[in-house]
């Protein structure tokens, strides 16, 4: 199993510039969902699918930030224009109300450090 | 709004010695489920307890849900350093989806 798929996995733009991160979920997982992580803290959610209906978009900053998961596997997530307190890692997870470990249980992928300079 | 509170934020230990961690929710939890994320890496799951006072062992890990379903904690005997990371609990709420995270406890072992 490859696992939750995360490209690219360091991006350093300047501010103002566009930049999008794509994440390819475990194979049958449902829900996706995007966080940001901040050094030093946890990860703090910006938007959660389920399949291909975003159900919890309330932190994603909208006026720059959108996301997408169209059919409901692989998603991407956009930042346009960034600014410097975007500067971050962007973590993709994957989860099903059916697994072995217990129900919606998250498989984190490595992760796309940001930094915008 | 819920909210889980973990602590201490930094525990450092001696190899050897043992180390806890201590998650604090306002709201009753449906279920917590602990994480433990290496330095430069991602947070990668442990454990998912369910019922009220439960406790599992996972070889040198302890992990205990309150009667009440509100308060965890994560004992590790005789810390290596294997175990350096960060260690995070997060929680379901109302929402069976809606995972409560606190803000991670470090663990790390003095030279």
């Known amino acids: 199993e490859a696992g939750v798929v995360q490209s690219p996995r360091y991006k350093i733009i300047e501010k103002k510039q566009p930049v999008a991160f794509w994440c390819n979920p475990i194979s049958g997982h449902n829900t996706l969902y995007w966080y940001l992580q901040n050094l030093g803290q946890g990860p703090e959610l910006l938007i959660r699918?389920?399949?291909?209906?975003?159900?919890?978009d309330s932190q994603l900053p909208k006026d720059r930030f959108s996301a997408e998961r169209l059919k409901g596997v692989d998603s991407t997530l956009k930042i346009q224009p960034a600014e410097l307190g975007d500067s971050a890692v962007y973590l993709c997870?994957?989860?099903?109300?059916?697994?072995?470990?217990?129900?919606?249980?998250?498989?984190f992928g490595a992760g796309s450090r940001l930094t915008v300079l | 709004g819920q909210q889980v509170m973990q602590i201490p934020q930094y525990q450092h230990v001696q190899e050897g010695e043992d180390f806890t961690t201590y998650c604090n929710s306002s709201t009753t939890l449906s279920n917590i489920q602990w994480y433990k994320q290496r330095p430069g890496g991602h947070p990668v799951f442990l454990i998912q307890l369910v019922k009220s006072g439960e406790v599992k062992k996972q070889k040198r890990l302890t992990f205990q849900f309150g009667e009440a379903k509100k308060n965890s904690s994560l004992h590790i005997t005789a810390t290596q350093t294997t175990d350096v990371g960060t260690y995070f609990c997060?929680?379901?709420?109302?929402?069976?989806?809606?995972?409560?995270w606190g803000a991670g406890t470090k663990l790390i072992i003095k030279p």
């Open positions: 997060a929680g379901h709420g109302d929402s069976n989806y809606q995972l409560i």
């Open positions: 699918y389920e399949n291909e209906e975003a159900v919890d």
């Open positions: 997870a994957s989860s099903s109300s059916r697994q072995e470990s217990g129900a919606n249980v998250l498989t």
